[in-house]
């Protein structure tokens, strides 16, 4: 039953409730988050640990005039329900629905897209100058979690947001959402106290009027301002963020509206960089997700919530995550150099058994890819193996690393890429739809490319024995099921193979679009390599395959512009080999946020799509005469 939810289209509405009402419309909106993902699936213990939090906001705030940025924004669905969309929940992270992270063309509550972490406090902050300088009245408020803290692009904002610019300061409001701690009654209940007053007119006027007086005797003020810094810091963790130029205050309970609230609508009138610590759990509410947070913290499907996830029945294929993770494992065994690396992604990047296995060698930066990427290359500097196991998607934030400290000295440090290509549901800003494209232009680094579980593998080995930078990208998910060789057998550098042979048109395939371009082969009596490597290209084959046949088809799960397809348009010009070139891949464009193979379909990367986009290229039986039309 949502009774009071019901009756809110949008935060003007919640702001008319009187303030009793607002616990029963956190229960209730607690409840709707639970019941659509559980249909849905997504994001769960973010969300259902920041609905106070989320109210509090809405209901002090005049949202959207006044900006709300949600760091990461995995915890905005409370948001995306009190703001108008309750009724498009069900198409959550759907393809033509909404999206599961904040988007400017999905809302004017929307003010800033996120899904990487760490950007609010830099987003905020260049709004609320741009108010000032507009003369606009308004407050810019950054939502940040406690692991996003950890990423120095947060820390590049705390140093700026903390001085003048041009003698204005910035009304700029960070909240930091700590999930990591629990705070006990007596101790929230002096903080509850603390804060309110700290944040209350009260305590501002007193501290200014007092340090008026004592300005006089230089050294008594010396003396009671070092004694109220100590006194705050005996209660509160915010010496930091003090000296960062923040008023700080807290930590107050991310729970309790009666605490919330107050301090915010204290905040809301001061002027200058203001800092909130609130403390909130994850799963809150829903006894499952509270205590097991990693696993519930997002659900890849439907789920009784009254039941939590279901357990998984009978054998299911192998990912190519765990893949990586045994094969991190038996490499470690055989190779004691290596050591593993990852910015906070031990179980999406399946590490749990490696970091149980080799505790010593396992290092878990935080959320800090460019620091994860200059780390390693410190490593291999002194002779060590490193192997920083990082999303597609994510090391896009640490590339000038790539380049400068890792590339340029022509350090030994290999790179697994997960999650390239299409990644479905969570959408554009994790697609990794560039990998080829960024890391095949910088000199001294490779790409592999592999087709199956098994070749992810070989490709890993191949990767690791070389003295240079390489990347190995893979998908999520699971492959086609091929057999896994137990052993750590590495491929011939810079070769590719012929998969199928066939006459007239040749499709080179990079990674495991090789298994639909194999498909539409059949029908099309096409030869398939499965070329293997972006970088080096087997330029030999190319040549080959080109002077063999009367056009050439390249494909691949990632952007078309610089890809792979168009390394082998470069070998061709460079040969002075003239023959039609047919490039499939991701088109200029966003993906959007879907099923994957309804994405793959819609982008003409399924068997049906790349035998349709060859006849319409070059008809059914390819000539060289057809191909030139």
Known sequence: MTNVLNTIQSPAD???????????????????VLNTVSQTGG???SNLGTVELTVALHYVFNTPNDRLVWDVGHQTYPHKVLTGRRDRMHTLRQLGGIGGFPRRDESEYDSFGTAHSSTSISAALGMALASKLKGEDRKAVAIIGDGAMTAGMAFEALNNAGVSHAGVNADILVIL???DMSISPPVGALNK????????????????????VLKVAPPLFELARRFEEHAKGMVVPGTIFEEFG???VGPIDGHDLDSLIPTLENLRSKRGPQFLHVVTKKGYGYKLAEADPVKYHAASGKFNPAEGFPKATGPSKTTFTQVFGQWLCDMAEADERLVGITPAMREGSGMVEFHKRFPNRYHDVGIAEQHAVTFAAGMA?????????IYSTFLQRGYDQLIHDVALQNLPVVFALDRAGLVGADGPTHAGAYDIAYVRCIPNCSMLTPSDENECRQALTTAFRQNHPVAVRYPRGAGVGAEIETGLTAWPWGKGVVRRQGSRTAILAFGTILHPALAAAQNLDATVA?????????EALVQELARSHDAIVTVEEGCIMGGAGSAVLECLAAAGITVPVLQLGLPDEFSEHGDPAKLLSNYGLDAAGIEASIRQRFGSR???????G
């Open 381 to 389: 500097c002194e002779g060590v193996k490193p192997v920083v196991a």
């Open 246 to 248: 923040f008023n700080y």
């Open 193 to 212: 106290y603390l804060a309110r007053l700290m944040s209350g007119n009260f305590y501002a006027t007193a501290r200014e009027g007092v340090k008026g």
């Open 622 to 628: 390819p000539t060289l005469a057809a191909a030139n």
């Open 177 to 179: 959402n700590d999930n």
């Open 43 to 45: 994001h769960l213990g």
């Open 14 to 32: 919640l702001r008319r409730l009187p303030r009793a009402e607002l616990p029963q419309v956190a229960r209730e909106l607690r409840d709707y």
């Open 530 to 538: 499965d070329m293997r490597f972006a970088k080096p290209l087997d």
